[in-house]
């Protein structure tokens, strides 16, 4: 039997057994390609994990397919393919074009490596989104070339996958309705015949992750951590439809399913369990929202051992995701509960701007709270405006996440300063400021997952109105912030209060209902345990 004709058999799935730790259930997948027969089991777990977001490991699984089959140009194609990110913005440029150049020197020479016409195709592709030109036009070539690809090949699924993902990866600015949803038709033309495709489910999932469209998510969300239990960021994905449902519930299941996966695989590499991190944010965060105090105490708790670990070991190139992991759920503590824990940590004397912020955020809003020094919040005001200079001056010279980064800095700055006019006395000028800070956060891109702003404008808005009396005005405010942060405790509470100062008594029996959903583990009353 010839190469080619070895490498077109049936078209595998892959769960695999592996070691019991590691078993691989990443999703269902197949690719014809000219890879030789031993390469292709670890092929086809590369390309699970790559759509399941693995892509360290998928990285390593295509680079066991290339040791099988040295002139294996798809496997070059899937390590390739790892470097960049088009959900998160991310791509490392120099490191995917050595991943190529591993298959031949140039484009014409990589063409000629790959036997088929459909491989080919495959490889011009990425070609262009590692070509000349700024990440943003090669983002835009490249969605039109797996455009064309798709139209060539309607039947191959991982083309219409990868095609809605490309055209994910051209909203540079922010999720614009427009071009999600364009990729969800995508692959929505494709589930019917794919539903335990892992790309096809993730996708799903990313395209309708906000609070307007996340009801036809669901579907995805509850079918994906079924198809790929072995994936911790498959599992963690499927809490991105449940958080903006405000499904506390879910979102605590999924994210320590996650986690217990997570660390199994740290486990089996001699590593200790992972404590900080973007699933013990959200677990975090969720626990907030169930009224689980203590055991979002415990999280945090967890996340400020390891926070401080990392800045005892710094050296010259240290990673400190710990740190700012940590300072994002002690901001959301204190946000959500109303405890700031201690926030004693030895910065770097450099760097680290949005760390910075989120500790100088908690220390403000703390400080500007009702019955606190207007001098001291003043001084607290001073320390966020100065961090949030850094931040705003970073945003101009960087992408599209650190200009975002940088319009929530001036959202958390205004705030603050509206806070401290109010506590001065000046109420209606704090009230009109909280006002324009609550319109430019709304003029904010929708944003995945917790809000962007950890204590939302329009929320702040309400619960002043509330306390200055004006209960109608609240109550419009809060709805306005519950269309946007489903489910939220803080704001149920707040809303609660202006309907029933309002003698909305239905309305007030219905807020109530959802407020007692989320706080159903804590008792009738509600008590944090």
């Given at each position: 039997?010839?190469?080619?004709?070895?490498?077109?058999?049936?078209?595998?799935?892959?769960?695999?057994?592996?070691?019991?730790?590691?078993?691989?259930?990443?999703?269902?997948?197949?690719?014809?390609?000219?890879?030789?027969?031993?390469?292709?089991?670890?092929?086809?777990?590369?390309?699970a994990l790559l759509h399941d977001f693995e892509y360290?490991?998928?990285?390593?699984?295509?680079?066991?397919?290339?040791?099988?089959?040295?002139?294996?140009?798809?496997?070059?194609?899937?390590?390739?393919?790892?470097?960049?990110?088009?959900?998160?913005?991310?791509?490392?440029?120099?490191?995917?074009?050595?991943?190529?150049?591993?298959?031949?020197?140039?484009?014409?020479?990589?063409?000629?490596?790959?036997?088929?016409?459909?491989?080919?195709?495959?490889?011009?592709?990425?070609?262009?989104?590692?070509?000349?030109?700024?990440?943003?036009?090669?983002?835009?070539?490249?969605?039109?070339?797996?455009?064309?690809?798709?139209?060539?090949?309607?039947?191959?699924?991982?083309?219409?996958?990868?095609?809605?993902?490309?055209?994910?990866?051209?909203?540079?600015?922010?999720?614009?309705?427009?071009?999600?949803?364009?990729?969800?038709?995508?692959?929505?033309?494709?589930?019917?015949?794919?539903?335990?495709?892992?790309?096809?489910?993730?996708?799903?999932?990313?395209?309708?992750?906000?609070s307007v469209h996340a009801p036809l998510g669901l579907?995805?969300?509850?079918?994906?951590?079924?198809?790929?239990?072995?994936?911790?960021?498959?599992?963690?994905?499927?809490?991105?439809?449940?958080?903006?449902?405000?499904?506390?519930?879910?979102?605590?299941?999924?994210?320590?399913?996650?986690?217990?996966?997570?660390?199994?695989?740290?486990?089996?590499?001699?590593?200790?369990?992972?404590?900080?991190?973007?699933?013990?944010?959200?677990?975090?965060?969720?626990?907030?929202?169930?009224?689980?105090?203590?055991?979002?105490?415990?999280?945090?708790?967890?996340?400020?051992?390891?926070?401080?670990?990392?800045?005892?070991?710094?050296?010259?190139?240290?990673?400190?995701?710990?740190?700012?992991?940590?300072?994002?759920?002690?901001?959301?503590?204190?946000?959500?509960?109303?405890?700031?824990?201690?926030?004693?940590?030895?910065?770097?004397?450099?760097?680290?701007?949005?760390?910075?912020?989120?500790?100088?955020?908690?220390?403000?809003?703390?400080?500007?709270?009702?019955?606190?020094?207007?001098?001291?919040?003043?001084?607290?005001?001073?320390?966020?405006?100065?961090?949030?200079?850094?931040?705003?001056?970073?945003?101009?010279?960087?992408?599209?996440?650190?200009?975002?980064?940088?319009?929530?800095?001036?959202?958390?700055?205004?705030?603050?300063?509206?806070?401290?006019?109010?506590?001065?006395?000046?109420?209606?000028?704090?009230?009109?400021?909280?006002?324009?800070?609550?319109?430019?956060?709304?003029?904010?891109?929708?944003?995945?997952?917790?809000?962007?702003?950890?204590?939302?404008?329009?929320?702040?808005?309400?619960?002043?109105?509330?306390?200055?009396?004006?209960?109608?005005?609240?109550?419009?405010?809060?709805?306005?912030?519950?269309?946007?942060?489903?489910?939220?405790?803080?704001?149920?509470?707040?809303?609660?209060?202006?309907?029933?100062?309002?003698?909305?008594?239905?309305?007030?029996?219905?807020?109530?209902?959802?407020?007692?959903?989320?706080?159903?583990?804590?008792?009738?009353?509600?008590?944090?345990?």
């Amino acid at each position: 039997m010839s190469r080619l004709a070895r490498s077109l058999v049936a078209a595998l799935v892959i769960t695999f057994a592996a070691a019991p730790l590691l078993a691989a259930e990443l999703g269902e997948v197949s690719f014809a390609n000219s890879g030789a027969a031993a390469a292709q089991p670890a092929f086809l777990r590369g390309l699970a994990l790559l759509h399941d977001f693995e892509y360290e490991d998928a990285a390593d699984s295509f680079q066991q397919a290339q040791k099988l089959d040295p002139g294996f140009a798809m496997a070059c194609w899937g390590e390739a393919m790892t470097h960049t990110h088009p959900v998160w913005m991310q791509q490392d440029l120099e490191a995917a074009r050595a991943a190529l150049g591993k298959l031949a020197p140039t484009p014409a020479e990589r063409a000629a490596k790959a036997p088929t016409e459909r491989e080919r195709d495959y490889l011009h592709t990425v070609e262009v989104l590692y070509g000349e030109g700024s990440k943003e036009q090669r983002d835009l070539d490249y969605a039109a070339a797996m455009a064309a690809l798709h139209e060539k090949y309607p039947q191959d699924v991982d083309a219409a996958a990868f095609y809605a993902l490309a055209l994910l990866g051209t909203a540079h600015h922010g999720r614009d309705f427009a071009t999600y949803m364009r990729a969800a038709a995508v692959l929505e033309d494709v589930f019917p015949a794919h539903p335990r495709h892992p790309g096809v489910l993730h996708y799903l999932i990313h395209c309708y992750d906000d609070s307007v469209h996340a009801p036809l998510g669901l579907r995805a969300a509850r079918l994906y951590g079924a198809v790929a239990p072995d994936a911790g960021h498959a599992l963690h994905m499927t809490s991105h439809i449940f958080v903006a449902l405000g499904q506390w519930d879910d979102v605590i299941t999924a994210n320590e399913r996650a986690m217990q996966v997570v660390d199994a695989q740290r486990h089996a590499k001699g590593e200790p369990p992972a404590r900080c991190g973007h699933y013990a944010s959200w677990l975090h965060y969720a626990f907030l929202q169930a009224g689980r105090t203590a055991d979002a105490r415990r999280v945090m708790d967890g996340c400020h051992e390891e926070a401080l670990g990392e800045l005892r070991a710094a050296a010259k190139d240290a990673s400190y995701d710990g740190v700012d992991s940590y300072a994002e759920m002690r901001l959301r503590h204190f946000v959500d509960s109303g405890t700031l824990a201690d926030g004693a940590l030895k910065l770097p004397e450099s760097g680290m701007a949005a760390t910075r912020l989120s500790l100088a955020y908690a220390d403000a809003l703390a400080a500007a709270g009702k019955g606190g020094s207007p001098a001291k919040a003043r001084e607290a005001a001073e320390r966020l405006h100065a961090a949030a200079s850094v931040v705003a001056a970073a945003a101009g010279s960087a992408g599209s996440g650190a200009a975002t980064l940088g319009a929530t800095a001036d959202v958390m700055d205004r705030q603050i300063a509206a806070l401290v006019s109010i506590r001065e006395g000046k109420r209606d000028e704090g009230l009109v400021a909280l006002a324009i800070a609550a319109d430019k956060e709304d003029a904010l891109p929708l944003s995945f997952g917790p809000p962007e702003v950890d204590k939302p404008s329009r929320e702040l808005l309400g619960e002043e109105l509330l306390a200055a009396g004006r209960a109608a005005e609240a109550k419009e405010a809060l709805q306005t912030a519950l269309a946007r942060t489903p489910g939220r405790t803080a704001v149920l509470r707040a809303l609660l209060q202006a309907q029933k100062a309002l003698g909305d008594d239905a309305e007030a029996a219905r807020t109530e209902a959802a407020l007692a959903r989320n706080l159903s583990h804590e008792g009738a009353a509600g008590a944090p345990r």
